[in-house]
C-alpha cells in the first residue's frame, strides 16, 4: 500500500456563521466536536471508508474518548481549519489527532479514540477487520497524548437532563458532540474551559434520564458524570 500525504494529514476549512457561536461570539464547544466530526468523516470518505460504507460492511464507528486543550475559541466569521491524521491503534481502539487553526495561530488540539462495532448489536470488532482496507492508520505519527480513565467517585447531583429526538446522531443515540453541553450546563458558573475530556461509557438512548453529578477536586478541576437506569452513562472533567 502506498501511503499518500492525504492519508497521513487531511485538512478542511470551516467559515463560522451565526449558528456555530454562542454568548461572546465564540464557537461552540459542541459545535467544536461537530467540526473535528465531520472532518474525521470527510477524510474517511475520501478513502471509500465514510460512514455509509463502513455501516453496508457491517461496521460502524463510536467514538470511546475525547479530549479537547483550548488555546482560545475561535470567533464569529473566523475561518477554523482543521488538520486531522490517523495515530495508531492501542487495544481496540483506533486513535486520531486534530489541530484547530485560525491562519497560522494553533487554537485547540483534540485527541480522540473510536472503536469499531457492529452497528446492530454494537459487538466491537477487532481492528484486524480493515486489513484488507487501503488506509494505514498508523501512518500519521504519535498523538499528543492518550486519553486516561477518569476516576470520578460519588459526588453530588447537579441536575436531570432527559434525552430528546433532537439530540441523536445517525446511530441512534446522543451524539457524542453534545455530552459537551452536559459539562457547560450543569457546572455552577461554569469557568473559562482551557481543557476537557469525556470517556463515553454506555450510549444514551432516546428517552433517557440522565442524572448530572459533579464536584471538584483537589487540584480545583471539575469532574462531572451522568447516570442512567442502565448504569454509568459517561465520565468527565473540565479545567
Given amino acids: 500500500?502506498?501511503?499518500?500525504?492525504?492519508?497521513?494529514?487531511?485538512?478542511?476549512?470551516?467559515?463560522?456563521?451565526?449558528?456555530?457561536?454562542?454568548?461572546?461570539?465564540?464557537?461552540?464547544?459542541?459545535?467544536?466536536?461537530?467540526?473535528?466530526?465531520?472532518?474525521s468523516e470527510r477524510h474517511l470518505r475520501h478513502f471509500n471508508?465514510?460512514?455509509?460504507?463502513?455501516?453496508?460492511?457491517?461496521?460502524?464507528?463510536?467514538?470511546?474518548?475525547?479530549?479537547?486543550?483550548?488555546?482560545?475559541m475561535p470567533l464569529l466569521h473566523e475561518t477554523v481549519r482543521i488538520e486531522t491524521r490517523p495515530c495508531g491503534v492501542k487495544g481496540a481502539q483506533f486513535i486520531r489527532a486534530f489541530d484547530l487553526f485560525v491562519g497560522e495561530e494553533l487554537c485547540a488540539q483534540v485527541v480522540q479514540t473510536s472503536v469499531a462495532v457492529d452497528p446492530v448489536s454494537h459487538k466491537i470488532h477487532h481492528p484486524r477487520v480493515f486489513e484488507n482496507v487501503e488506509f494505514d492508520a498508523s501512518c500519521g505519527g504519535e498523538a499528543p497524548m492518550f486519553p486516561q480513565r477518569i476516576k470520578t467517585g460519588e459526588l453530588p447531583?447537579?441536575?436531570?437532563?432527559?434525552?430528546?429526538?433532537?439530540?441523536?446522531?445517525?446511530?441512534?443515540?446522543?451524539?457524542?458532540?453534545?455530552?459537551?453541553?452536559?459539562?457547560?450546563?450543569?457546572?455552577?458558573?461554569?469557568?473559562?474551559?482551557?481543557?476537557?475530556?469525556?470517556?463515553?461509557?454506555?450510549?444514551?438512548?432516546?428517552?433517557?434520564?440522565?442524572?448530572?453529578?459533579?464536584?471538584?477536586?483537589?487540584?480545583g478541576r471539575w469532574l462531572v458524570y451522568g447516570e442512567h437506569t442502565r448504569g454509568r452513562a459517561f465520565e468527565a472533567y473540565l479545567k
Fill in 1 to 39: 500500500m502506498e501511503v499518500t500525504e492525504e492519508m497521513r494529514r487531511w485538512s478542511e476549512s470551516f467559515p463560522l456563521a451565526t449558528y456555530d457561536v454562542g454568548p461572546g461570539r465564540t464557537l461552540h464547544l459542541s459545535r467544536l466536536l461537530f467540526l473535528v466530526q465531520e472532518t
Fill in 49 to 72: 471508508i465514510g460512514y455509509e460504507s463502513l455501516w453496508d460492511a457491517g461496521i460502524a464507528f463510536l467514538t470511546a474518548k475525547t479530549w479537547v486543550k483550548i488555546e482560545r
Fill in 157 to 219: 447531583v447537579l441536575g436531570t437532563r432527559e434525552i430528546r429526538y433532537s439530540d441523536l446522531d445517525y446511530n441512534g443515540h446522543l451524539s457524542n458532540a453534545l455530552y459537551v453541553d452536559f459539562l457547560t450546563d450543569f457546572v455552577p458558573d461554569c469557568p473559562k474551559i482551557t481543557e476537557f475530556q469525556i470517556n463515553y461509557v454506555n450510549e444514551c438512548r432516546l428517552g433517557d434520564q440522565i442524572v448530572v453529578h459533579g464536584g471538584k477536586d483537589e487540584t
